[in-house]
């Protein structure tokens, strides 16, 4: 199973900037495809933006197109999510998802969440 650990998450003023990070880790796991969700209260969880490797451009959720930036560490296992010109709309538990090949076949695993405000 991949472990996923998010961090970066805080209370923000709309218009404002914040920058999540997600780890990636497991025994002899290449991580090919990582991805960030989001889930606000009473709403579905839903896909942010998402990125397959290096040749891949990020795909983005229409909500967040032109203001979200996702990239990838892929050495790192690292994936970021630069978040600019934030909306109250953008307030959520954002996750860190992350998916990949191990001896055993395809493994997936999930963050624990962390929660982002966007508030004045």
């Known amino acids: 199973q991949v472990q996923v650990v998010e961090s970066g998450g805080g209370l923000v003023q709309p218009g404002g900037s914040l920058r999540l990070s997600c780890a990636a880790s497991g025994f002899m796991i290449n991580i090919y495809h990582m991805a960030w969700y989001r889930q606000a209260p009473g709403k579905q969880r839903e896909l942010v933006a998402e990125?397959?490797?290096?040749?891949?451009?990020?795909n983005y959720g229409d909500s967040v197109k032109g203001r979200f930036i996702m990239s990838r560490d892929y050495a790192k296992n690292m994936a970021y999510l630069q978040m600019n010109s934030l909306k109250p709309e953008d307030t959520a538990v954002y996750y860190c998802?992350?998916?990949?090949?191990?001896?055993?076949?395809?493994?997936?695993?999930w963050g624990q969440g962390t929660q982002v405000t966007v508030s004045s």
């Open positions: 990125l397959r490797n290096a040749d891949s451009a990020p």
């Open positions: 998802n992350a998916n990949g090949d191990s001896e055993a076949g395809r493994v997936t695993g």
